[in-house]
């Protein structure tokens, strides 16, 4: 015979260990590890920002537009990317973020040394070297905050990628306001600033970020927390908006900067507000279990030998199975399987998935279409200058940028989703439409209509949000998760092909060329070390119908692999994940019928 007391026997007691208790709860919770995955984030849009201080290093350095070309080239050099990916499949989450805090310190710092002249003038393979360490740390924290936020909530991944590229794309704005309250205008300290606040968030919450194995509550209860988190990063691209419209007609002093900092801080940081709320109503439920007033119950019950066999069973005979098939696929050499593809939607091997037409087809989309935005923004400040905008419209520029991608990147990230279990409209040919959108954006530029290149920097702006949300996702629809970490970054390893291509060999060639042209024209003789500049809608006319051109040879790529997974994309995509946590409910139902049959005896009569 065997007594079982009821449940709230355990129950917490006390105002102290209550506390504890709800505060283990908040901080240890999945919503917390997505607010710190937001702030992280929110802080890694350092390479957008280029274009604040690339004038700056052209004087300084006594730099041309080709070499100047040639650093943003290794700033968007991700071959990072694929190291990140790599590490975080073979150690832990917080190594990987730590290495990234690390690496962009050691980056920026050493450019902010060589800008400030605290160190002899650095060779430009130096600096190059520099540039690409700083930047493309940034695929660290990236890899590790949207691979794990995508294996904690896999049947909401378009929206998750969404919000949390969405917060990358407004950081180059947040960042804008923190530098221009801490200094003003000074372009040598924004590098410093970029260099030690992204690293200080990311070490912060170094071991918070990682994958739960918890089982989620629901798709649907999930949504509506993340339209929580939605509508707080809408208010805050609200704000920051509405500042950029009031500087157009204001010039605001240092300390109005640092009320409106202070007002990006508070929003940047509400989201905690839900995560509490979030993980009360967790809390409250499990307290509610724990101080359950249930009486005892007596019980005599003998076992069956059912019961005891069950006991000792694996918990999912899919789990079996599926474990069965990864150990004889790891004994079979990944050469020889390399070409025998799973289903799309299924987890492919890294070779498997790299092999494919659809993995080649989205490298080419790649490389036209992130190429062509890149070089946009790495060349705001030299375009707003040819142009003859006045410097502090530069910032603007960059604030629009940051702010629209933002908006691209969350906007496709949910949209897609509603369209896609809606309509089945597939990914693929949402990103074709927005590709031809981005043609215009270039047009606007190469002909500069007046006023045009604020028109320019929205389109320019959302088209790289919406082409970079949207291209992340469908790697993880066609190709699975469970590579999820190294395949994510191969798009990465694409964007730098055609940021040389059309940024160093197009554009840099070009604005040269044209600048050499005028001063000859103008009987100047330019000396060794002297900066190169040109004025006029020339100097970038023919690079920005280059892109366009390469940008609508993107989008007909992109049409032609929404036309090869139209079937793919009309099947039910997030079946397996439904089933699997049916499979999670049932085993904890069995586990909680075991527990009970655990403490039962024979009678003794």
Known sequence: MVVRAGAGSGGHRGGLPIIKSLATQIITGPWFMFFASLLISSTTGAAQMFGLYSGDMKNVLGYNQTTINLLSFFKDLSTTGILAGLIAEVTPLWFVLFDGAVLNFFGFFMIWLAMTKRIPPPSVWQMCLYICIGSNAR?????????????????????????????????????????????????????????????????????????????RQGQANDLKVFYKFFYVSLCLAAFLMIIIVVEKKVTFT??????????????????????????????????????????????????????????????????????????????????????????????????????????????????????????????????????????????????????????????????????????????????????????????????????????????????????????????SDIFGLKYYSTLYNFRNLASPIGTYILNVKVAGNLYDKEGMKQMLT?????????????????????????????????????????LRTRKF???????????GQNESEAEMATAGNGAVAAVEAPKTG
């Open 139 to 215: 695929a660290f924290p990236d890899t590790g905050c949207s691979v794990t936020s995508v294996k904690n909530f896999p049947r909401s991944r378009g929206v998750i990628l969404g919000i949390l590229k969405a917060y990358y794309g407004l950081s180059a704005a947040i960042i804008t306001h923190l530098y221009q309250a801490l200094y003003g205008d000074d372009s040598k300290e924004l590098i410093l600033l970029i260099g030690w606040l992204p690293a200080i968030i990311t070490l912060v919450f170094v071991r918070t970020v990682r994958i739960m194995k918890a089982s």
């Open 254 to 475: 240092q300390g109005e900067y640092g009320g409106a900092a202070a007002v990006v801080l508070i929003l940047l940081f509400f989201p905690i507000v839900i995560v509490i709320a979030e993980e009360l109503k967790v809390w409250k439920a499990e307290q509610a279990i724990l101080d359950d007033p249930s009486p005892m119950e007596v019980i005599t019950e003998t076992p069956t030998p059912e019961t005891v066999a069950s006991l000792h069973q694996p918990a999912s005979s899919s789990e079996a199975v599926e474990a069965k098939v990864d150990q004889d696929q790891a004994n079979v050499s990944c050469w020889k399987t390399a070409f025998q593809r799973p289903n799309r939607g299924e987890d492919y091997t890294i070779l498997q998935a790299l092999l494919s037409i659809d993995m080649l087809l989205l490298i080419l989309v790649t490389i036209c279409t992130v190429g062509g935005t890149s070089t946009a923004i790495n060349n705001l400040g030299q375009i707003g200058a040819s142009q003859g905008y006045p410097k502090r419209s530069m910032s603007t520029f960059v604030s629009l940028v940051s702010i629209w991608n933002y908006l691209g990147r969350v906007t496709t990230g949910f949209v897609s989703d509603i369209i896609l279990s809606k309509y089945k409209f597939s990914r693929p040919l949402l990103l074709a439409l927005i590709t031809f959108l981005s043609c215009l954006g270039y047009l606007l530029i190469a002909f500069n209509i007046s006023g045009s290149l604020y028109v320019a920097s929205v389109i320019i702006g959302f088209s790289l949000g919406a082409e970079s949300s949207l291209i992340t996702v469908i790697i």
């Open 569 to 579: 994309y009309k099947s039910d995509l997030y079946k397996k994940f439904r089933e």
């Open 522 to 562: 103008q009987g100047i003789t330019r000396k060794p070390g002297e900066d190169l500049n040109c004025t006029g809608t020339e100097c970038f006319k023919l690079t920005f119908l280059i892109i366009a051109g390469a940008t609508l040879f993107g989008a007909i790529v992109t049409f032609i692999l929404g």
